[in-house]
């Protein structure tokens, strides 16, 4: 034990890049350029609705924001998924860089629920009412929850080691589980990152892509105002001035808040 020297065994090295963008953020530093940035959940989702949010156009106000339904589907959003801490690794994040034509680089950013290191499967929790119905409609599962899971394979499984991939969507009363196909969508992700990037480009917006989830987009008047897109009674409106500065105030309390942890 005396013979070992001390100064041999380690060396002085920048502070881990997680640890210092924690810090920055929150202290409100965001050094990060979130153009041609894209979430997994954002990507498999309506192309329309990416390409407002890489445009900056401002979000709408629900008009449902704060109806005691949608707040309690919030709060049970929350408490079911606890159930990620079933598993010691949850919540990994990962960043996966895409090569494109143009020669630019735009990143995906990806968040994994559940890992379960035995099994190697990829879990992914999806927390919703009516489960057993919405099954028994066809609502479930549904084709973005699967192109999620199989973007999350495309990105892990070149750092760990990935066979197999599960859906789980839970209720207050129920929990269904259903495996996924693997999938290498490498090419598709290229693709669909592409189309949105052209359309920032040419300024020419792609077409809404209609599904149940528009009642929930806060892009509502924007996209049925444009045409090609929802032909339904838009939820969503413009916010006005006053909400906007609420909104603001809400923000600025919530970074103080944060810098005082």
């Given at each position: ?136 409609q066809g ?54 990152i592409s ?32 045409g090609n ?33």
């Amino acid at each position: 034990m005396s013979t070992i020297e001390l100064e041999k065994q380690t060396q002085e090295i920048d502070t881990p890049e997680g640890i210092m963008n924690f810090l920055q953020k929150r202290n409100g530093q965001f050094t990060k350029n979130y153009k041609s940035r894209y979430s997994v959940t954002e990507l498999v989702g309506c192309q329309r609705k990416s390409a407002y949010k890489q445009l900056g156009i401002p979000q709408e106000e629900l008009l449902a924001d704060t109806t005691l339904e949608s707040m309690w589907a919030t709060v049970r959003g929350d408490f079911l998924h606890n159930m990620t801490y079933a598993y010691k690794w949850r919540e990994m994040d990962m960043e996966y860089y895409v090569p494109l034509d143009n020669g630019k680089i735009a990143t995906l950013a990806g968040r994994l629920d559940m890992y379960d290191w035995k099994t190697k499967t990829i879990i992914d929790l999806k927390t919703t009412k009516f489960v057993r119905w919405q099954i028994k409609q066809g609502f479930l599962p549904k084709l973005e929850h699967i192109l999620q899971l199989q973007c999350y394979d495309t990105m892990f499984s070149q750092y760990m080691p990935v066979e197999n991939l599960n859906i789980v969507y839970a209720d207050m009363t129920d929990i269904v589980t259903y495996k996924v196909q693997k999938r290498d969508l490498t090419d598709w992700i290229k693709t669909r990152i592409s189309e949105i990037e052209s359309s920032k480009e040419s300024k020419e917006i792609p077409r809404g892509e209609i599904s149940g989830l528009c009642k929930f987009c806060k892009y509502q008047t924007q996209c049925f105002e444009e045409g090609n897109g929802l032909t339904e009674k838009p939820l969503s409106i413009p916010k006005s001035k006053e909400s906007q500065t609420h909104g603001e105030r809400k923000w600025v309390n919530c970074i103080l808040h944060m810098v005082q942890i």
